[in-house]
């Protein structure tokens, strides 16, 4: 093993950096192609680096794990490390569990890189006796200090050799994405951890190299929160890979806490770095409660995780803007309270947090639960006898008491700790903004972001000039970020599509954000505002006729159709004259986009109308007969009774649709404005609240 410090900081043996030094090279792994011979674990078969996370699992890059060794549609590999004890070293095959960007199956052309996150999770094919990192649970867009410690495999003087090098630097953050300046990469080191020393926690992986010069980039380690979960409300821990490692990564560092070997833990070096962090808990504190954090069932949501710590700090009207990606698990959540110095204020948080986990919804239940909400809330009394005043000790003691009348999902989906969960029709939903640029035929800005009931727009991400073709890859990853933040199991969020009037006709919800995937349509309900909306000049009318569609009743007004035929829109006057229940069935728009056309739907929205049908054409092909739409539109309608219940409506006939549910036929391409009049959109460059 090499130390590449420049200054000697590793080399006292009693420095808590040589310390953290030799954690990180017991972690650290080589990844090699499965291969026999005289030396198959030599430099010839060496793809690259990794390092253990949790017990049998490892993390490496998504370039380096697909150059393994494909059997059908898995891909092997063998893992590589010193064996305990300092024996010799050990190799296990391992199995490609994981892989982000989600649906990444092969490596690309060559000179053509992997795009971020580029993260791969290797299984470990057998139970192996391992060392594992500490990851760091919290989002850190700057490293404290600015120094960073990387470790890598690499190949020298024709053999291979572990690298730990204290010369780095944290040069910024892009994303996910930090950008390692000084030191020198060397090929093969993609895959190593990234190491803040000042708190002794895994922040990044790398993922390549500068050319020509000293440095490259590295993953933050919060891009593992954009695996895949459940398709619905998970059954059990092993269903969600990502809560599967992080439970285990912190049962292990809590065991080890618990159980001290012969060398340092982590949490000890930790405990040595960190004398002067300012944190409330100290790093054995932390290992404890993320440790007991993790006998629980994960948060049911991220979604109701960001609920649950926005009410744990007090804030009201909005979560606010959240790191992306957003926390996903307990530990994630612990790391994003908004500590200030460490006082009691800040343990009155984590306390406060942690009653709200032990009474939290669960996505299931298993023999132990019971145990471990026992566990955890002895804890917490436990620390606040001696640190917190009387009144907040009986402040815990109530919720703890709540906690246990309230037995069954239902009660503590209703009646969480702090504060009130979002009412029906107060969820957050996520808003696309796709803007034509009017001189780039078919090029489109563009803007993601999470819309609160309250008005406000939290961005996730945003773009420019993107070609229409190249829409669907480049949105892929800001829109599954934000509906992350915003679903809950068997209850996808709106997405809201606002596009220009001349653009209506574009079938969002038909596109697919992974190949082969869902369409967005099929997933989730769907609407569409309006960009450019001409103005209503009765603003009183357009509030009631919006009340009464979702407080009354709805029937359908066929506005644009004639025994078939299209004919124009009425005049305002005869508009105005409609009844407050009118939802106008636009039959023919997207077949005659043309002037006439614009200045009807102009006259629609300029008397108050924010609830229309529009039927798309399909550009080839026969239409559907329009009296078969005019009478099953009336019906769904009817059915659906209120507006709000719309979106829900449309959303059922396209799953229809989609599972050849020939009855649903006729809603092929009808597309739903339902453009909120109380909740005016952001506007250009106006997305409020960056991350």
């Given at each position: 093993?090499?130390?590449d410090?420049?200054d000697?900081?590793?080399?006292?043996?009693?420095?808590?950096?040589?310390?953290?030094?030799?954690?990180?090279?017991?972690?650290?792994?080589?990844?090699?192609?499965?291969?026999?011979?005289?030396?198959?674990?030599?430099?010839?078969?060496?793809?690259?680096?990794?390092?253990?996370?949790?017990?049998?699992?490892v993390?490496?890059?998504?370039?380096?794990?697909?150059?393994g060794?494909?059997?059908?549609?898995?891909?092997?590999?063998?893992?590589?490390?010193?064996?305990p004890?300092?024996?010799?070293?050990?190799?296990?095959?391992?199995?490609?569990?994981?892989?982000?960007?989600?649906?990444?199956?092969?490596?690309?052309?060559?000179?053509?890189?992997v795009?971020?996150p580029?993260?791969?999770?290797?299984?470990?094919?057998?139970?192996?006796?391992?060392p594992c990192?500490?990851?760091?649970?919290?989002?850190?867009?700057?490293?404290?200090?600015?120094?960073?410690?990387?470790?890598?495999?690499?190949?020298?003087?024709?053999?291979?050799?572990?690298?730990?090098?204290?010369?780095?630097?944290?040069?910024?953050?892009v994303?996910?994405?930090?950008?390692?300046?000084?030191?020198?990469?060397?090929?093969?080191?993609?895959?190593?951890?990234?190491?803040?020393?000042?708190?002794?926690?895994?922040?990044g992986?790398?993922?390549?190299?500068?050319?020509g010069?000293?440095?490259?980039?590295a993953?933050?380690i919060?891009?593992?929160?954009?695996?895949?979960?459940?398709?619905?409300?998970?059954r059990?821990?092993?269903?969600?890979?990502?809560q599967?490692?992080?439970?285990?990564?912190?049962?292990y560092?809590?065991?080890?806490?618990?159980?001290?070997g012969?060398?340092?833990?982590?949490t000890?070096?930790?405990?040595?770095?960190?004398?002067?962090?300012?944190?409330?808990?100290?790093?054995?504190?932390?290992?404890e409660?993320?440790?007991?954090?993790?006998?629980?069932?994960?948060?049911?949501?991220?979604a109701?995780?960001?609920?649950?710590?926005?009410?744990?700090?007090?804030?009201?009207?909005?979560?606010?803007?959240?790191?992306?990606?957003?926390?996903?698990?307990?530990?994630?959540?612990?790391?994003?309270?908004?500590?200030?110095?460490?006082?009691?204020?800040?343990?009155?948080?984590?306390?406060?947090?942690?009653m709200?986990?032990?009474?939290?919804?669960?996505?299931?239940?298993?023999?132990?639960?019971?145990?471990?909400e026992?566990?955890l809330?002895?804890?917490?009394?436990e620390?606040?006898?001696?640190?917190?005043?009387?009144?907040?000790?009986?402040?815990?003691?109530?919720?703890?008491?709540?906690s246990?009348?309230?037995?069954?999902?239902?009660?503590r989906?209703?009646?969480?700790?702090?504060g009130?969960?979002?009412?029906?029709?107060?969820r957050?939903?996520?808003?696309?903004?796709?803007?034509?640029r009017g001189?780039?035929r078919?090029?489109?800005?563009?803007?993601?972001?999470?819309?609160?009931f309250?008005?406000?727009?939290?961005?996730?991400?945003?773009?420019?000039?993107?070609?229409?073709?190249?829409?669907?890859?480049?949105?892929a990853?800001?829109?599954s970020?934000?509906?992350?933040?915003?679903?809950?199991?068997?209850?996808?969020?709106v997405?809201?599509?606002?596009?220009?009037?001349?653009?209506?006709?574009?079938?969002?919800?038909?596109?697919?954000?992974?190949?082969?995937?869902l369409?967005?349509?099929?997933?989730r309900?769907?609407?569409?505002?309006?960009l450019?909306?001409e103005?209503?000049?009765a603003?009183?009318?357009?509030?009631?006729?919006?009340?009464?569609?979702?407080?009354?009743?709805?029937?359908?007004?066929?506005?644009?159709?004639?025994?078939?035929?299209?004919?124009?829109?009425?005049?305002e006057?005869?508009?105005?004259s409609?009844?407050?229940?009118?939802?106008?069935?636009?039959?023919?728009?997207?077949?005659r986009?043309?002037?006439?056309?614009?200045?009807?739907?102009?006259?629609?929205?300029?008397?108050?109308y924010?609830?229309?049908?529009?039927?798309?054409?399909?550009?080839?092909?026969?239409?559907?007969?329009?009296?078969d739409?005019h009478r099953?539109?009336?019906?769904?309608?009817?059915e659906?009774?209120t507006?709000?219940?719309?979106?829900?409506?449309?959303?059922?006939?396209?799953?229809?649709?989609?599972?050849?549910?020939?009855?649903?036929?006729?809603?092929?391409?009808?597309?739903?404005?339902?453009?909120?009049?109380?909740h005016?959109?952001?506007?250009?460059?106006?997305?409020l609240?960056a991350?």
């Open positions: 093993m090499t130390y410090d420049g000697g900081a590793f080399y006292a043996p009693d420095e808590p950096l040589a310390a953290l030094a030799s954690l990180v090279a017991a972690a650290t792994v080589r990844i090699h192609r499965p291969t026999h011979g005289y030396d198959p674990h030599g430099p010839g078969s060496f793809l690259g680096s990794g390092f253990f996370v949790a017990p049998n699992w993390l490496t890059c998504a370039h380096v794990g697909l150059m060794e494909r059997q059908g549609e898995v891909c092997q590999v063998d893992v590589v490390f010193a064996a004890g300092g024996e010799g070293v050990t190799a296990v095959g391992g199995t490609l569990a994981a892989v982000l960007p989600e649906g990444l199956t092969a490596l690309p052309a060559r000179g053509v890189r795009p971020s580029d993260l791969a999770l290797i299984r470990l094919d057998s139970p192996t006796e391992h990192v500490h990851l760091a649970e919290r989002v850190a867009r700057r490293l404290d200090g600015g120094r960073v410690v990387w470790a890598g495999w690499a190949e020298v003087d024709g053999g291979l050799e572990l690298v730990v090098s204290a010369r780095g630097h944290d040069s910024g953050s994303g996910s994405q930090i950008q390692l300046g000084d030191g020198m990469l060397t090929e093969g080191m993609s895959g190593g951890p990234v190491i803040d020393p000042r708190r002794g926690q895994v922040v992986v790398i993922k390549s190299r500068t050319v010069a000293s440095g490259g980039t993953v933050g919060e891009a593992l929160r954009t695996l895949p979960g459940p398709a619905g409300l998970l059990d821990e092993a269903h969600d890979t990502y599967a490692v992080c439970h285990a990564h912190d049962r560092h809590r065991d080890r806490h618990h159980h001290p012969p060398e340092e833990s982590w000890d070096v930790q405990t040595r770095l960190e004398k002067s962090a300012g944190r409330v808990l100290g790093p054995a504190q932390r290992a409660l993320l440790g007991r954090l993790a006998e629980l069932p994960p948060p049911v949501s991220t109701a995780l960001l609920d649950l710590i926005a009410r744990a700090e007090g804030r009201r009207g909005g979560r606010g803007a959240q790191p992306v990606p957003a926390p996903r698990s307990w530990r994630d959540g612990l790391g994003e309270l908004r500590e200030t110095h460490g006082g009691p204020a800040d343990l009155e948080l984590v306390l406060r947090y942690c709200s986990a032990v009474a939290a919804e669960r996505p299931y239940v298993t023999a132990d639960t019971p145990q471990a026992q566990e809330w002895q804890w917490v009394r620390l606040a006898r001696d640190r917190l005043t009387r009144s907040f000790r009986g402040e815990l003691r109530q919720l703890w008491a709540e246990r009348e309230r037995t069954d999902r239902e009660q989906r209703t009646v969480p700790a702090y009130e969960r979002p009412r029906p029709g107060e957050a939903g996520v808003l696309l903004e796709l803007e034509p001189w780039e078919d090029s489109y800005d563009w803007r993601v972001g999470v819309a609160h309250n008005g406000e727009v939290d961005a996730i991400g945003d773009g420019t000039g993107t070609p229409l073709e190249d829409l669907t890859g480049s949105l990853g800001p829109l970020e934000a509906f992350r933040q915003c679903d809950e199991p068997d209850e996808p969020a997405l809201q599509v606002a596009l220009a009037q001349a653009e209506l006709g574009l079938d969002v919800e038909r596109w697919s954000l992974v190949p082969g995937g369409p967005l349509g099929v997933q309900p769907v609407v569409v505002r309006c450019d909306p103005p209503s000049d603003a009183a009318e357009e509030q009631a006729r919006w009340d009464h569609l979702h407080t009354v009743g709805m029937r359908a007004e066929d506005v644009d159709c004639q025994d078939g035929d299209w004919v124009p829109v009425e005049g006057e005869r508009l105005r409609l009844a407050h229940e009118t939802v106008p069935l636009l039959c023919h728009y997207a077949q986009p043309d002037g006439e056309t614009a200045e009807g739907f102009g006259r629609l929205a300029r008397t108050g924010r609830v229309l049908l529009l039927r798309r054409s399909p550009g080839t092909g026969p239409e559907t007969l329009c009296a739409v099953r539109a009336a019906r769904v309608l009817t659906a009774r507006a709000s219940q719309l979106p829900g409506k449309i959303h059922e006939l396209r799953k229809g649709v989609w599972d050849k549910r020939t009855e649903t036929y006729w809603s092929d391409r009808v597309a739903l404005l339902y453009d909120d009049p109380r005016p959109l952001p506007g250009p460059g106006l997305l609240n991350p």
